[in-house]
């Protein structure tokens, strides 16, 4: 069975740090573009971050740059998002997602074919 499972949230107060997790199972991520998006209460859906299946290419939404770096280990099956400098507007469940043909642009804009089951990220003091 094809899924993928976020871990890595949690409470932080402004200015932390956290590591997202994103691990496959069933499939092997090798051949997919990898997105992060995030949903906070009664707001839509946001593109965070996009990495193509190589690593060569990535994408990130301007309230995040700088501050978040994707990247993935394609051996471990797992894609990463380390968020550093937390604001409490980065407040959200966070999902990863997969897509096997797309760009990483196309993918942060539109989301992926698969997604998993979301972490919430909570910054607060």
């Known amino acids: 069975q094809l899924q993928l499972v976020e871990s890595g949230g949690g409470l932080v107060q402004p200015g932390g740090s956290l590591r997202l997790s994103c691990a496959a199972s069933?499939?092997?991520?090798?051949?997919?573009?990898i997105g992060w998006f995030r949903q906070a209460p009664g707001k839509e859906r946001e593109g965070v971050s996009c990495?193509?299946?190589?690593?060569?290419?990535?994408n990130y939404a301007d309230s995040v740059k700088g501050r978040f770096t994707i990247s993935r280990d394609n051996a471990k099956n797992t894609v990463y998002l380390q968020m550093n400098s937390l604001k409490p507007e980065d407040t959200a469940v966070y999902y990863c997602?997969?897509?096997?043909?797309?760009?990483?642009?196309?993918?942060?804009?539109?989301?992926?074919?698969?997604w998993g089951q979301g972490t919430q990220v909570t910054v607060s003091s």
């Open positions: 997602a997969a897509s096997p043909v797309t760009t990483v642009q196309a993918m942060c804009a539109s989301g992926g074919r698969y």
């Open positions: 069933g499939f092997t991520l090798d051949y997919y573009v």
């Open positions: 990495i193509s299946s190589s690593g060569g290419s990535t």
